[in-house]
């Protein structure tokens, strides 16, 4: 554990919680689920009530799926001497994100069995497919995984839009044409050690 200050976005009052170091869901299973519903990222304003999604540093970690991710916000870099032994560590999946809503989202993305790389891209292709409907500003969607649904695995993505979420689904046949993509062009694949996979690591891919 240590010590994070929050500060209330609504009346201002600050104060300090104990948070997590580190997750991990072999020693803690009872967390992974906290993590998937937000609730371990939930903060309330002890003045006012206010819930908030709280940004603090953590380190995820399922070693049974060889996956770490580093949630860092306000662009941290991860400490050198830990990001280079993971990156010795055989097989594992390294990732850095800069919210929880994208921590949670590459644990969901993992845990239905899906390549985050792959999911960006498919992200990639449906902002620029509603672009063509919608106009330019769907490029801007915030879009995440949200889950796989029904027999043919259709890929729920979720975003928020004129104030509500929105969702839209796209077929398991994109998923399997995005990794088609990524596996012809190798260059294109995230880079060794803690990497960050998200919409601005995909524009790169196409610039
Ligand atoms: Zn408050």
């Known amino acids: 554990m240590s010590r994070a200050r ?8 600050s104060w300090e919680a104990d948070v997590p170091e580190s997750i991990n869901v072999s020693e803690h299973p009872e967390l992974k689920e906290k993590v998937r519903d937000g609730s ?13 999604l709280a940004q603090y540093q953590t380190l995820y970690h399922d070693p049974e799926a060889s996956l770490l991710i580093w949630l860092l916000p306000g662009g941290a870099e991860p400490p050198s001497g830990v990001a280079s032994i993971a990156s010795q560590l055989p097989g594992y999946t390294l990732r850095i994100v800069r919210d929880a809503g994208s921590l949670i989202e590459k644990v969901n993305i993992h845990d239905a069995g899906l ?51 929105h969702a839209v689904n796209i077929g398991f046949n994109v998923y399997e044409d995005c990794s088609a993509i ?16 998200d919409s601005d690591w995909v524009d790169t891919i196409f610039k």
């Open 115 to 165: 390549d985050d790389a792959t999911v960006e891209l498919c992200k990639y292709v449906t902002r620029h497919e509603l672009a063509e409907k919608q106009g330019a500003k769907a490029l801007e969607l915030n879009m995440k995984f949200y889950r796989l649904q029904g027999a043919d695995n259709e890929i729920v993505l979720s975003f928020p839009m004129d104030g509500a979420m």
């Open 40 to 52: 371990l990222f939930i903060q309330e304003c002890p003045s006012c009530g206010e819930r908030h």
């Open 182 to 197: 990524l596996l012809r062009n190798p260059d294109a694949m995230p880079s060794e050690g803690f990497a960050r996979v």
């Open 6 to 13: 929050f500060i209330c976005r609504r009346c201002g009052a």
